[in-house]
């Protein structure tokens, strides 16, 4: 999740039971349609681990959190960051525990390690075609480069398609720039190019920095979330849309944020809301037949230094062991879960 700079539910538990849901709507689907994806986004930079320094995270130390997942949680399904600088372990690990990956390859200012993105994350690819299921060439690179970078995602999208990469692929960014900063929504110069779309969807940055929509508080995020996936849905017809980042900060416990344009406090941290906001939307997904991307696995301390007080609290576990994790989150009953 990063800050989305741009201009512009406790509601009552789920009567549904989570295992009887999925089970509906595993009985509900179409022969040969594949379930709807309900993943978390995974990243290893926990503890004292800093992407901008310092080393990477060790082989083991990636394999623990998988564990920690594993064990701890419902999904057997996580969104990557990255595949240098060690985070190539990720895909064997996930592999040995049953776990599906939706692989972004980081794309930004630096040709060359762009270029290392690129051989490298074709190269898994082909090593794990069953495990990584789906690729996008970058995360928010328009959201923090405007325009400037666009031929550097079609490179990747071009060399995907020149390497007969069986994974469908993308560009991950959010909404709004998915939408061309426009609305009613609009197409960008990727429309053609990519398989599938992928939008981050944060109402607690938009409560912040959009005048657009200023005040959503978490009983209406979820709600939030689903419309402004129709709102993309609409303008790329055809192409299948996922939210591939949504969440709630739940520290400071009680703190608010301010809205920069109406000066409106209608985004409050806690565990309850940050529970809140996931069941409901993950519930929401499911009755649409729906994929989504929870953000985050575990809590990134690091993240503060760039996202001010609430950037290292958006994790369903504890960035220190042992780790404590949200329960009771709705997912698709697994067969390999592991004890």
Request: charged share 20%; glycine share 6%.
């Amino acid at each position: 999740m990063k800050q989305i700079l741009f201009s512009l539910v406790l509601a009552s538990m789920l009567m549904t039971s989570p295992l009887a849901l999925a089970r509906g709507q595993q009985a509900a689907q179409k022969p040969g349609q594949p379930a709807p994806l309900q993943c978390v986004a995974f990243s290893p930079y926990v503890g004292q681990l800093n992407p901008d320094y310092g080393p990477p995270p060790s082989k083991a130390q990636i394999e623990q959190l998988l564990d920690v997942l594993v064990e701890k949680t419902p999904f057997r399904c996580i969104m990557t960051y990255g595949v240098l600088n060690g985070l190539d372990a990720t895909f064997a690990a996930a592999e040995a525990r049953g776990i599906k990956v939706i692989a972004i390859l980081w794309i930004d200012k630096d040709i060359e390690v762009n270029s290392a993105s690129i051989s490298k994350g074709i190269a898994l690819a082909r090593t794990y075609p069953k495990t990584i299921v789906k690729l996008s060439c970058g995360s928010e690179v328009r959201t923090r480069h405007g325009n400037a970078l666009d031929s550097e995602i079609t490179r990747c999208i071009n060399a995907m398609r020149e390497a007969k990469i069986a994974q469908p692929v993308t560009t991950i960014d959010t909404w709004w720039e998915w939408c061309n900063r426009a609305t009613p929504c609009q197409q960008t110069v990727f429309a053609n190019s990519v398989d599938w779309i992928g939008i981050n969807i944060f109402p607690w940055w938009e409560n912040m920095y959009a005048d657009l929509f200023p005040c959503t508080p978490a009983e209406k995020a979820a709600d939030f979330h689903l419309a402004r996936i129709e709102d993309v849905r609409r303008a790329y017809p055809g192409k299948d849309v996922i939210v591939t980042e949504f969440g709630w900060p739940y520290a400071p416990e009680g703190a608010a944020e301010t809205n920069v344009h109406t000066g409106e406090h209608c985004g409050i941290a806690s565990r309850k809301n940050q529970a809140l906001v996931i069941r409901s939307t993950l519930k929401k997904l499911a009755e649409k037949q729906w994929s989504g991307v929870v953000f985050e696995a575990i809590s990134e301390n690091w993240k503060s230094s760039h996202e001010g007080q609430f950037g290292g609290s958006w994790g369903i576990c504890s960035g220190e062991p042992p780790h404590e994790c949200l329960t009771d989150l709705t997912a698709q009953p697994q067969k390999n879960k592991r004890h």
